[in-house]
């Protein structure tokens, strides 16, 4: 395995001196901002801040779950800039770890493509876990503000949108005309000044390479050419790009968002390991070695304020036995459902980390021997309503496997302790 060494390390100032402090520093500013916003509804979370605690906990090597919450957090506050396009005219729920607050549509502002590609590389690295993928493939392109030539919109970086949307299942899929006109607009007269010039030959131009020849035939031996060009060419941006003093400073440069993602893409799609390790991109982040946001804010539920609530579900006309032992499995199975209680079984023997404490029971009740799910004491559950609706649509599927009849209610009672 080649080892692509971090620039960082050969700087005269050396930045790991100081980062001990720094990083410190930063998680208060996030502090302040998530009391802010927990207490008083206020949404003042930095997206900078986030990312310095990302690449620095990269680089002082914090524990992988530690440094995971940080890429959870900053792909929720990415989310801020893209919600009001995705949701026009419409009121949208802001989230931010475990609560989220309903905010009213407003006169839609300034989109770049640059803050797009931000948010969709973070969400593909992650493994589109809030499930929006579609969504930010879905924006509209006259949304982005963009260079206009002649009438119409030419812009490099909206061609490079067009390329994403063909590759990821939106638009025009034909790959070789969304490459040409990449090509085509990455000249001077549709990019602009040089030091857009230089961005896009360093950064936007060889990520590019590496996504499209991702997709080749030859992609064994090109793809991973690709990446190293790309680690080459991010690294020649930091450290020796005329128009930025101080580049190789630049916290913006010591982890490589775009190759990182591309490459866990490839990882997952085609099977792709890199060939070449580097701090520029952890290799845990590439090959999906990480916890779900669930999981990662499990340890922290004592920051949030939760609602106790009692659970009910009704399943009438459930007479068929496999739905009974169906649903005892999927309760058993599903980490966003309270423990089955012990006196139940359950078929199946897959262990599972249940994300809300408690327990529930199954049973037939009444006279009409109704399937019922309850439980006897409270939950404590974030943000019961889209908790309940997002239930309650799984229910649904569950159940029409089994029976077409079958009706649900599903209530959440309040707990008064």
């Known amino acids: 395995m080649t080892i692509f060494e971090h620039h960082i390390h050969n700087l005269p100032a050396k930045p790991m001196d100081w980062m001990v402090e720094n990083y410190a520093e930063e998680l208060g500013i996030l502090e302040k901002n998530m009391a802010d916003f927990?207490?008083?509804?206020?949404?003042?979370?930095?997206d900078m801040n986030l990312w310095n605690l990302i690449v620095q906990s990269n680089l002082l090597k914090k524990p992988t779950a530690?440094?995971?919450?940080?890429?959870?957090?900053?792909?929720?506050?990415?989310?801020?800039?893209?919600?009001?396009?995705?949701?026009?005219?419409?009121?949208?729920?802001?989230?931010?770890?475990h609560k989220s607050i309903t905010k009213q549509p407003a006169p839609l502002g300034y989109l770049s493509v640059g803050d797009w590609l931000d948010v969709f590389h973070t969400t593909l690295l992650l493994r589109d876990p809030y499930n929006q993928l579609d969504d930010l493939l879905s924006i509209d392109q006259n949304d982005f503000n963009v260079t206009v030539v002649n009438d119409e919109k030419t812009d490099f970086f909206l061609v490079l949108y067009r390329l994403y949307q063909g590759i990821f299942g939106k638009g025009n899929k034909d790959l070789s005309t969304l490459v040409g006109d990449v090509i085509e607009f990455s000249a001077?007269?549709?990019?602009?000044?040089?030091?857009?010039?230089?961005?896009?030959?360093?950064?936007?131009?060889?990520?590019?390479?590496?996504?499209?020849?991702?997709?080749?035939?030859?992609?064994?031996?090109?793809?991973?050419?690709?990446?190293?060009?790309?680690?080459?060419?991010?690294?020649?941006?930091?450290?020796?790009?005329?128009?930025?003093e101080d580049q190789?400073?630049?916290?913006?440069?010591?982890?490589?968002?775009?190759?990182?993602?591309?490459?866990?893409?490839?990882?997952?799609?085609?099977?792709?390991?890199?060939?070449?390790?580097s701090e520029y991109m952890p290799e845990w982040l590439i090959k999906g070695d990480f916890l779900t946001p669930q999981s990662t804010y499990l340890g922290l539920l004592?920051?949030?304020?939760?609602?106790?609530?009692?659970?009910?579900?009704?399943?009438?006309?459930?007479?068929?036995?496999?739905?009974?032992?169906?649903m005892h499995n999927w309760i058993h199975e599903d980490p966003d459902l309270p423990p089955l209680c012990s006196l139940f079984t359950a078929e199946s023997n897959k262990q599972?980390?249940?994300?809300?404490?408690?327990?529930?029971?199954?049973?037939?009740?009444g006279?009409?021997?109704?399937?019922?799910?309850?439980?006897?004491?409270?939950?404590?559950?974030?943000?019961?309503?889209?908790?309940l609706a997002k239930m309650t649509a799984r229910w649904e599927v569950l159940i029409?496997?089994?029976?077409?009849d079958a009706t649900i209610s599903a209530e959440l009672f309040d707990y008064e302790g």
Request: hydrophobic share 40%.
């Open 302 to 326: 004592t920051d949030f304020k939760f609602e106790a609530k009692n659970l009910m579900v009704n399943l009438s006309k459930a007479e068929r036995d496999d739905i009974f032992t169906a």
């Open 352 to 365: 599972v980390t249940k994300l809300i404490a408690g327990e529930v029971y199954v049973d037939t009740l």
């Open 248 to 277: 190789e400073y630049s916290s913006l440069g010591w982890l490589s968002l775009g190759i990182t993602a591309i490459a866990a893409y490839a990882h997952d799609k085609f099977g792709l390991a890199p060939q070449v390790t």
């Open 38 to 46: 927990f207490d008083f509804n206020k949404f003042y979370m930095s």
């Open 188 to 244: 001077p007269a549709f990019v602009g000044e040089d030091a857009i010039q230089e961005t896009v030959n360093y950064i936007d131009l060889p990520l590019t390479q590496m996504l499209v020849y991702a997709h080749t035939s030859d992609r064994d031996i090109k793809y991973h050419e690709k990446l190293l060009a790309a680690l080459e060419a991010h690294t020649q941006y930091y450290t020796a790009n005329m128009h930025c």
């Open 400 to 404: 029409r496997q089994f029976s077409s």
């Open 66 to 97: 530690e440094c995971i919450r940080h890429w959870y957090d900053y792909q929720q506050v990415l989310m801020k800039k893209l919600l009001p396009f995705i949701h026009k005219d419409n009121a949208y729920k802001l989230r931010f770890r």
């Open 367 to 387: 006279e009409e021997q109704i399937l019922t799910v309850y439980s006897m004491e409270p939950s404590l559950i974030p943000d019961p309503e889209e908790w």
